[in-house]
């Protein structure tokens, strides 16, 4: 899916999806690509990686900077730690089941 929205979603010198204007398309992917951020981290695996999706990374480096969008982000630290947790109990249970 990433490739897709790499190759098709994100075209020409634009800003953001839809010209250089923040969109619905800029937010919905952003929250996701946010998300996917963190499980990155929790999981120790790298999906978005600048030399496969330059585009799309460049992309959301700029989203996340815009300042309505870095003082709504939810504190990331707090969300690693969170599902650091939640994975160590889920796979506790896992185990003892």
């Known amino acids: 899916m990433l490739e897709i929205v790499e190759e098709h979603g994100l ?5 953001y999806f839809n ?3 923040i969109g619905m398309v ?3 992917l952003g929250s996701i690509v ?3 951020g963190v499980n990155e981290e929790v999981l120790g695996v ?4 600048p030399h496969k999706f330059p585009r799309l ?3 959301f480096q700029i989203f996340q900077e815009e300042p ?3 003082q709504n982000l939810p504190d990331r630290d707090k969300m690693i730690i969170f599902f650091k947790l939640r994975r160590e109990t889920l796979e506790a249970s896992a185990a003892g089941a």
């Open 46 to 49: 790298k999906w978005l990686q």
């Open 68 to 70: 309505v969008i870095k």
């Open 11 to 15: 075209l020409g010198d634009n800003k």
């Open 26 to 28: 800029d937010i919905a």
């Open 19 to 21: 010209g250089e204007k």
């Open 34 to 36: 946010y998300w996917l």
């Open 57 to 59: 990374h460049k992309w």
